[in-house]
């Protein structure tokens, strides 16, 4: 089955409201990482977080490695938000192999 | 903010033909990866390396090889392409392994006709 799963599948928002995104996981995971792939296709990484709490800019993600599971909170979106978010694990131990998520589609409407 | 450099940006290969998809990183990561992402698949690891000299399989590494001559240079080659192996392909460098961030590249279309 799948290791990673991501919900909701798609979310749609008006411009200033927030968004949680959540990721669920099937084995221990030594490593977590969220993802953000703009609509042209680039990837870029946003944060690590094997466990806890991290904070950058509008992002606050929480893992509970114990509960296999990992948010995504975005405070106040914007359109430029937009995209698709994809969480990651790292189901060995520490091995650098990421298995992902098939991530949830965010859309901000202005 | 390291850089991951792909080329070919898109392919058009025959089947049965030979594809070489090259990769560049200048952050001096160890690890480098390649991906492919195709819908209702998400992303997929088919290789991968610890460093120059090094390759590893990924999960899904039947009909590809990979080559890692130097710490800045990983590439992918399909000897003998097949329309199933039409995708977008990524590639990265990092060390996840060591709570590091992943960095990728801007991805590589390739269409198998």
Known sequence: ?110 | EAAVTQSPRNKVAVTGGKVTLSCNQTNNHNNMYWYRQDTGHGLRLIHYSYGAGSTEKGDIPDGYKASRPSQENFSLILELATPSQTSVYFCASGDPGSNERLFFGHGTKLSVL
Do not use: M
């Open chain 1, 1 to 110: 089955g799948q290791q990673v799963q991501q919900s909701p599948s798609s979310l749609v928002l008006q411009e200033g409201e927030n968004a949680e995104l959540q990721c669920n996981f099937s084995s221990t995971a030594t490593q977590l990482q969220w993802f953000y792939q703009s609509p042209g296709g680039s990837l870029v990484s946003l944060l690590s977080n094997p466990s806890g709490t991290k904070h950058t800019g509008r992002l606050t993600s929480t893992t509970v490695t114990k509960e296999r599971r990992s948010s995504l909170h975005i405070s106040s979106s914007q359109t430029t938000d937009s995209g698709t978010y994809l969480c990651a694990i790292d189901p060995g131990a520490n091995t650098g192999k990421l298995t992902f998520g098939h991530g949830t589609i965010l859309r901000v409407h202005p």
